[in-house]
């Protein structure tokens, strides 16, 4: 009998009323799949290739202090507001995380220990860790659960009719993914990312095949599903990184990916900034640092 792991959050996103994200995981005999809805304004966004052994300082504010690393694994991800600040991705040890949005947490005051935003945090672990177990290693479960003030969402196995209500849509995807039969995973994972769509604020719907170490993804601008495999690209910093238009087509089989400059970068965070209401307000000074941020990390030789 296949064992079947659920992890399901869905989180209201303060941009736009009745939005959410939607993440779910099938784990099966054969299939290790981790399945994901973008809901958001804008639906604007690059695929991004990170390389390994890169040199990183934190861009934070002061009197923070930042935090340093040494990238050890390379990974694709998911950016809307820059390079090294993605939504989700995975690494080439097979380590997937993906953002979700809790309006109601409420974090400690910042205190003399190195610190790091919570996008880049999703860099920072995509670059130093294996497996989920090594970035809970870092941190207790209960410490994190802590500010959600001690609750995550449940749900139900029932079916439920078409709401805006997250808690339904939780429920219809419980659902789904406990009667996964060991049909095309591929397939039935963008079936369970349909049912809970949320229309035209889903932006992005991705698939991480874990198992098989690659990515398949739709977006409402271009919905045919296209693909890559995390081994068609060299992780070594010697070469650029690389990117593509989340919208782009594949050509002969393949997306086509070119290097990465702080052009593409101002056009990404430019965009998506201006079609989001609650980016429209940020500083230009502050948006001028994630532009050119890219710049300050560097291949150790």
């Known amino acids: 009998m296949k064992h079947l792991f659920l992890f399901l959050m869905f989180l209201l996103l303060r941009t736009t009323q009745g939005s959410t994200c939607t993440t779910f995981c099938i784990k099966s005999q054969n299939d290790l799949v981790f399945g994901r809805n973008f809901d958001f304004p804008s639906g604007y966004?690059?695929?991004?290739?990170?390389?390994?052994?890169?040199?990183?300082?934190?861009?934070?504010?002061?009197?923070?202090?930042p935090v340093e690393w040494v990238s050890e694994y390379g990974s694709v991800t998911f950016n809307q507001?820059?390079?090294?600040?993605?939504?989700?991705?995975?690494?080439?040890?097979?380590?997937?995380?993906?953002?979700?949005?809790?309006?109601?947490?409420?974090?400690?005051?910042?205190?003399?220990?190195?610190?790091?935003?919570?996008?880049?945090?999703?860099?920072?672990?995509?670059?130093?860790?294996?497996?989920v177990a090594e970035v809970l290693a870092n941190d207790s479960y209960e410490k994190s659960l802590a500010f959600t003030n001690g609750t995550l969402p449940g749900g139900e196995d029932e079916a439920t009719p078409f709401t805006r209500s997250s808690l339904n849509r939780f429920a219809t995807a419980a659902r789904m993914v406990k009667e996964y039969k060991e049909e095309s995973v591929i397939d039935y994972s963008f079936t369970i990312l349909d049912s809970v769509s949320q229309g035209e604020h889903t932006r992005w719907s991705i698939v991480y095949d874990i198992a098989h170490m690659a990515?398949?993804?739709?977006?409402?601008?271009?919905?045919?599903?296209?693909?890559?495999?995390?081994?068609?690209?060299?992780?070594?910093?010697?070469?650029?990184?690389?990117?593509?238009?989340?919208?782009?087509?594949?050509?002969?089989?393949?997306?086509?990916?070119?290097?990465?400059?702080?052009?593409?970068?101002?056009?990404?965070?430019?965009l998506v900034f201006n079609q989001v209401d609650f980016l429209k307000s940020i500083p230009a000074a502050y948006r001028e640092g994630l532009v050119n941020y890219p710049e300050t990390t560097r291949c150790k030789k």
């Open 45 to 65: 966004g690059h695929v991004i290739v990170n390389k390994r052994n890169m040199v990183k300082t934190a861009f934070i504010r002061p009197p923070e202090n």
């Open 81 to 131: 507001i820059g390079r090294e600040f993605p939504y989700g991705g995975m690494n080439e040890a097979g380590l997937v995380i993906e953002q979700m949005w809790l309006e109601e947490t409420v974090y400690p005051v910042p205190d003399q220990r190195y610190g790091l935003s919570e996008l880049q945090w999703i860099q920072y672990q995509l670059d130093n860790s294996a497996s």
């Open 215 to 270: 990515i398949y993804y739709k977006t409402q601008t271009n919905p045919s599903v296209r693909n890559l495999a995390l081994s068609q690209f060299d992780f070594t910093c010697q070469t650029p990184s690389l990117y593509t238009n989340i919208d782009a087509n594949m050509t002969n089989g393949l997306l086509i990916f070119e290097p990465h400059s702080v052009q593409a970068n101002l056009e990404l965070i430019d």
